[in-house]
């Protein structure tokens, strides 16, 4: 019986190892609903707002410098969400937490992120990112970051563009 114990405990630890992520590491939550705001640089940076929810259901709003400026929807289904939320549970706080990414070094005037799990009591746990803020995880969540208009189907979108008469930012 000991040596069971003891056995269940040293597996115990080996996996619980497995399971270390990043920031809070939480277990994607099939309920929640994924916001991601991408906020100005100082140059003409795309800045919008996209949400997605557990049944697949894609909001994207196109605020400034982007292909398509105001709102559009489309469905990527529950496996389109399903992405998303897995590329993101490894940076997600602890629940109802607001937390800020912490820097190695800086890079000055990039882009701002502000990533929100909202729960269905209403409970929100928000991530906010400064793309110029540089660490080994923050470089991997930048690159999260960076996959999610193709991953959302808003790539088209989102992508950047200049208009005439619109001031950088």
Not at 28 to 49: I, Q
Not at 145 to 154: A, H, R, V
Request: glycine share 10%; with cysteine; hydrophobic share 35%.
């Amino acid at each position: 019986m000991i040596k069971l114990m003891a056995v269940m405990g040293v597996a115990a630890l080996v996996l619980g190892g497995c399971a270390a992520m990043p920031m809070g590491g939480a277990t994607p939550d099939a309920t929640e609903t994924l916001s991601v705001s991408v906020g100005p640089c100082f140059g003409f940076c795309p800045v919008y707002k996209v949400s997605v929810t557990p049944q697949g259901l894609v909001s994207y709003d196109g605020e400034r410098h982007t292909a398509v400026l105001g709102t559009r929807t489309l469905d990527k289904g529950p496996r389109g969400y399903r992405a998303v939320s897995q590329k993101l549970s490894a940076f997600k706080p602890t629940r109802g937490q607001t937390a800020d990414t912490q820097c190695e070094q800086r890079i000055s005037d990039q882009q701002h992120y502000r990533i929100a799990w909202t729960a269905t009591d209403g409970t929100e746990t928000v991530l906010q990112h400064d793309k110029g803020c540089r660490s080994p995880a923050n470089d991997q969540l930048n690159k999260v970051l960076e996959s999610l208009p193709q991953t959302l189907g808003i790539s088209d979108w989102a992508k950047q563009e200049t208009r005439p008469g619109v001031s950088r930012g």
